[in-house]
Structure formats: structure tokens, C-alpha cells
């Protein structure tokens, strides 16, 4: 099982940035519990800050699923809803923290109806759980 974990905006600031709501954890450390956790799994790990690339990284994806925090693309970005609407790649909606319990903004996830699921609110355990996900199916 190949897996394709992309990242959006400021997620390479994680172990920086609001460590209150996102932990200390940088993203390699992150991705290195990936790794380890799950050795029959072939990860690919994409970080971008740029809306475009992102959007190109789903569309170049050949794995058989992708893992996406888009960041703070999720709340606005139709682009990224239609980038997943023109694979057929399964994508799995993550978020570390619970947007829900969080500003009204984040509330909504513009790209939610496009993924095969969402997954938020457990930290680093989000794409452990959305591994699994895509494990299952
Ligand atoms: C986030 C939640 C988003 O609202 C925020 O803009 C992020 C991180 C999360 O993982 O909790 O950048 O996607």
C-alpha cells in the first residue's frame, strides 16, 4: 500500500507554531512515527505552502490514497475541492486539532463533501487513524 500524506499551509511550522493547540511535535517527528508505526506502508510526505502545488501533488498522486491537512486551505479553497473530485485516488480528510471546537471560521471544510472522510481533533493520532482508514478499505 503506497499512501501519499500531503501538508498545507504552516504545517511546517508544527513544534513552533501554537503549541497549545498543535503540540510540540515538529512535522518530520510526525511523519518518522508514520514510518515506524506502519512498515508495510510505502509513505510519501508533501509539504506545501502554495495552493497550486498542492493542487498538482493530488493530481500527480499515483499512490493508492492520499492523507491531506490542507491547513487553512480546508475553510476556503474550492480549488483543492475540485483537485480531489478529478482523481480517483481516495482521499482522507485530517486535522490535528478539533476545528469544530474552534473558531467559527474553521467550522466549515470546503472540501469535506469531496474526501471519502474526515478525520479531526486527535493531534498526531488524526493520520494514524486516517492510515487505518485507508488500510481498510
Ligand atoms: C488545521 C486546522 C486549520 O483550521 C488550520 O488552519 C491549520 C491546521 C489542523 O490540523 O488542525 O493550519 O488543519
Do not use: W
Not at 493508492?64 to 483537485?83: E, K, P
Amino acid at each position: 500500500m503506497k499512501i501519499l500524506v500531503i501538508n498545507g499551509p504552516n504545517l511546517n511550522m508544527l513544534g513552533k507554531r501554537e503549541p497549545e493547540i498543535y503540540g510540540n511535535r515538529t512535522l518530520d517527528d510526525i511523519n518518522a512515527d508514520l514510518i515506524k508505526k506502519y512498515e508495510n506502508v510505502q509513505f510519501t510526505f508533501y509539504q506545501s505552502n502554495c495552493e497550486g502545488a498542492i493542487i498538482d501533488a493530488i493530481h500527480n498522486a499515483s499512490e493508492d490514497g492520499i492523507i491531506l491537512n490542507a491547513g487553512a486551505y480546508t475553510h476556503y479553497s474550492y480549488a483543492i475541492h475540485d483537485a480531489i473530485k478529478s482523481v480517483s485516488v481516495p482521499v482522507v480528510e485530517v486535522h490535528l486539532s478539533n476545528i469544530y471546537k474552534r473558531e467559527e471560521f474553521r467550522h466549515k471544510s470546503v472540501i469535506a463533501s469531496a474526501c471519502v472522510g474526515s478525520i479531526c481533533g486527535f493531534g498526531e493520532q488524526s493520520y494514524e487513524l486516517a492510515v487505518t482508514a485507508l488500510l481498510n478499505r
